[in-house]
């Protein structure tokens, strides 16, 4: 068992041997969980999903479908709500 300290700001920091164990990096995530005892569990938040699944996000049925030669064309002009 791992033992941490409490700075005066009332941070923690996780040694890297446990950051190895979560398998985590600089920048990544980490979501905690409080149980009903005063313990919390600390897990890596993993996106969940793929990319795939924001394709069409912003899609409306009967819109418009443009060809890329248009949305440079309409990204060029700057954004001002013109088409």
Known sequence: MATLT???????TLRK?????L?????????????PD???EIKASRPSG?????FGLLKR???PILTIEEMNTIAARGWAGRR
């Open 50 to 54: 793929a990319i795939t699944d924001a």
């Open 61 to 63: 049925a009967g819109g």
């Open 6 to 12: 409490v700075t005066a700001k009332g941070q923690v």
């Open 38 to 40: 005063g313990r919390v």
């Open 23 to 35: 398998g985590v990096r600089p920048g990544d995530k980490l979501s905690l969980d409080k149980l």
């Open 17 to 21: 041997e446990l950051l190895d164990h």
